[in-house]
């Protein structure tokens, strides 16, 4: 099955602590996203990948990092600076058409739900 | 800056109905995408339908269909042949590159039986 994974589903945080956000692809694609969804709201960029050993941040950076090793995957800490973590999290992934000027559709994940104690 | 819009937080409809969920957008962009998500108890996004905003033509996958109206950067999606398991919360997204996909808020629908 192709697909996104992202694990675990449910994780728990106490103050002060780091967590990491795990996010994997089998579908070759080339860019990879974190997104934070809070209630009522849409989802707000995190970060973003496009190529291994790169990434940018995106909308909301601040207290959040991330790596890209692998083209399969790219995973989500969730540092003691994040002031207010307890949120949902997806992660996305899309082929890009051209190089940093298309995109294509982003496919995501089943998300984690991040809980701070 | 581009923003995208859902006025209609929730709504409502009977088995088998029609029901037009409304979005509306804004970019200065001449080449964009417009996305409809769903979003289901279970919380994993899910693509319903895509639109290219140089195709005229409107999107259509199965029972779901956009209204896609450039000129007044409006982007409405009509599900027909309501079924239960269209309840869910639907975004409304907007691509103008390969970094970015900015969301609406939401609109929460449920299928009534």
């Known amino acids: 099955d192709g697909g996104i994974t992202q694990s675990p589903k449910y994780l728990f945080r106490k103050e002060g602590q780091n967590v990491t956000l795990s996010c994997e692809q089998n579908?070759?694609?080339?860019?990879m996203y974190w997104y934070r969804q809070d209630p009522g709201q849409g989802l707000r960029l995190i970060y973003y990948s496009q190529i291994v050993n790169d990434f940018q941040k995106g909308d909301i950076a601040e207290g959040y990092s991330v790596s890209r090793e692998k083209k399969e995957s790219f995973p989500l800490t969730v540092t003691s600076a994040q002031k207010n973590p307890t949120a949902f999290y997806l992660c996305?992934?899309?082929?890009?058409?051209?190089?940093?000027?298309?995109?294509?559709?982003?496919?995501f994940g089943p998300g984690t739900r991040l809980t701070v104690l | 800056a581009q923003t995208v819009t859902q006025s209609q937080p929730e709504m409502s409809v009977q088995e088998a109905e029609t029901v037009t969920l409304s979005c509306t957008y804004d970019?200065?962009?001449?080449?964009?995408?417009l996305f409809w998500y769903k979003q289901p108890p279970s919380r994993q996004m899910i693509l319903v339908i895509r639109?290219?905003?140089?195709?005229?033509q409107n999107a259509t996958e199965n029972r779901f269909s956009v209204n896609f109206q450039k000129a007044a950067k409006s982007f409405s999606l009509k599900i027909s042949d309501s079924q239960l398991g269209d309840t869910a919360m639907y975004f409304c997204a907007l691509s103008t590159g390969a970094n970015n996909l900015f969301f609406g808020t939401g609109t929460r629908l449920t299928v009534i039986p």
């Open positions: 639109q290219e905003a140089y195709k005229q």
């Open positions: 996305a992934s899309s082929i890009i058409v051209l190089w940093g000027q298309s995109t294509d559709t982003q496919y």
């Open positions: 970019t200065s962009e001449s080449n964009y995408y």
């Open positions: 579908l070759n694609h080339d860019a």
